[in-house]
């Protein structure tokens, strides 16, 4: 982390309803990620954007969607499309063509 | 990205060196190794990349073997807060593409 923000760290929702997790970033990085996490599983990419007002899907889009409005916000819907939205969502930021990623610490969302 | 395996856990004593290995067969003469680790509940952080030759950082040293064919991160002396669980990633530098995480290795260090 350090200038990745995800909020909040834990969410709770209602099956049904849609849900907004938020990632914001203050490190002038271009690149920006969404990876869930389900238990005792490695990291799955939904989305990612490259640059402002564009963005691609990942591995398991459906049930997601996404917005690049401005370089610094890069939330991710969950909606009530997604089967099992239960899980651990991080966020990651990455310089474009970087060999690097930085992970936010990420926001426990449970759908009861 | 080529594939990767890694051993699904391991056990290190406090203070010995932890040897966390990585086969990765199908790599490519373009391909990086990259090591990253997650402490539970944490978003994941990097530790070391290389390419062909041995790198050494402050947090570890990756051994790459000469036919590039496997790896392994070694942790100098393994201190409690080194339990993680610890991902090896083969990929092509600069690409701006996401990470392909596995299972990754647990490394629990002991007393």
């Known amino acids: 982390d350090g200038g990745i923000t995800q909020s909040p760290k834990y969410l709770f929702r209602k099956e049904g309803q849609n849900v907004t997790l938020s990632c914001e970033q203050n490190?002038?990085?271009?690149?920006m990620y969404w990876y869930r996490q389900d238990p005792g599983q490695g990291l799955r990419l939904i989305y990612y954007?490259?640059?402002?007002?564009?963005?691609q899907k990942g591995d398991i889009a459906e049930g997601y969607s996404v917005s690049r409005e401005k370089k610094e916000s890069f939330p991710l819907t969950v909606t009530s499309a997604q089967k099992n939205p239960t899980a651990f969502y991080l966020c990651?930021?990455?310089?474009?063509?970087?060999?690097?990623?930085?992970f936010g610490p990420g926001t426990r969302l449970t759908v009861l | 990205d080529a594939k990767t395996t890694q051993p699904p856990s391991m056990d290190c004593a406090e203070g010995r060196a932890a040897n966390l290995p990585c086969n990765h067969s199908?790599?490519?003469?373009?391909?990086?190794v990259y090591w990253y680790r997650q402490i539970h509940s944490q978003g994941p952080q990097y530790i070391i990349h290389?390419?062909?030759n041995n790198e050494t950082n402050e947090m570890a040293s990756l051994i790459i073997t000469e036919d590039r064919k496997s790896s392994t991160l070694i942790l100098p002396h393994a201190t409690l807060r080194d339990t993680a669980v610890y991902y090896c990633?083969?990929?092509?530098?600069?690409?701006?593409?996401?990470?392909?995480f596995g299972k990754g290795t647990s490394l629990l260090v002991t007393p």
């Open positions: 990633i083969v990929r092509v530098a600069n690409s701006g593409y996401a990470l392909n």
């Open positions: 199908t790599i490519s003469g373009n391909e990086y």
């Open positions: 990651a930021l990455g310089s474009g063509g970087a060999d690097t990623q930085y």
């Open positions: 490190l002038n990085h271009d690149a």
């Open positions: 954007s490259q640059i402002v007002n564009d963005f």
């Open positions: 290389g390419l062909k």
